[in-house]
């Protein structure tokens, strides 16, 4: 019995790294719209979310001329 144990916790320990994936931010950070969760770019602070491909890739240009608006995160 626990032998099952272990793979449940490994299990649980796989679901918290898909959560650290999350953007960081809600917002576009090249125009403002509304992020899209799949358009993501890893940053030092997080993965950043963008509205589509395009910012994605203007963003990945130079990622220093735009500002990150971090989402607050809700308890
Ligand atoms: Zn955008």
């Known amino acids: 019995m626990k032998a099952l144990l272990a ?16 953007p960081i931010n809600d917002e ?3 125009d403002q719209k509304h992020a899209r969760p799949i ?10 979310a963008f509205c589509c491909t395009e910012c ?3 963003f ?13 995160v809700v308890k």
Do not use: H, I, N
């Open 56 to 58: 994605m890739q203007k």
């Open 7 to 22: 793979p449940l916790l490994l299990s649980l320990a796989m679901t918290a790294t898909v959560f650290a994936a999350w």
């Open 60 to 72: 990945s240009k130079s990622p220093g001329s735009y500002k990150v608006t971090k989402k607050e």
């Open 39 to 48: 358009y993501r770019v890893k940053t030092a602070d997080g993965f950043v």
């Open 28 to 30: 576009c950070p090249v």
